[in-house]
């Protein structure tokens, strides 16, 4: 028994080619900008500490500052919720460059699917 071939791609919607271009562009450009910054933590022992005993952490923070916090934490292994939206396609895909992971929802899309995909990755 022979399985079925693998059907092609869907082709991409315009909105899709738009945001591919945007990061092809724009990524680098922002690789640059955020590589200049210089960043003061404050009281970040006790996450730290959370973390290293292997409690789960859950971050909560304003939309405004996804992208110093994504950029932050790039290495640290974690996950962030973003939404289905355009917007969140391209948000998503310039941290997933940046080692994070994606869970993708929002209160108006997906939102069940996002949040028990936050339910286990925190069991984990």
Not at 51 to 65: D, Y
């Amino acid at each position: 028994m022979t399985a079925a071939p693998t059907p092609p791609p869907a082709p991409l919607t315009e909105k899709q080619k738009k945001a591919r271009r945007m990061l092809w562009v724009g990524l680098p450009v922002l690789n640059l900008l955020v590589s200049t910054w210089r960043v003061r933590v404050v009281n970040d022992a006790p996450w730290r500490r959370i973390r290293a005993e292997g409690k789960p952490v859950i971050f909560c923070f304003w939309h405004g500052e996804l992208l110093a916090f994504s950029w932050c934490l790039r290495a640290a292994g974690v996950s962030v919720m973003v939404s289905e939206h355009g917007d969140g396609e391209i948000i998503a895909r310039v941290i997933e460059s940046w080692g994070w992971n994606t869970v993708r929802g929002s209160t108006s899309r997906g939102a069940g699917r996002a949040l028990l995909q936050s339910v286990r990755i925190v069991e984990r």
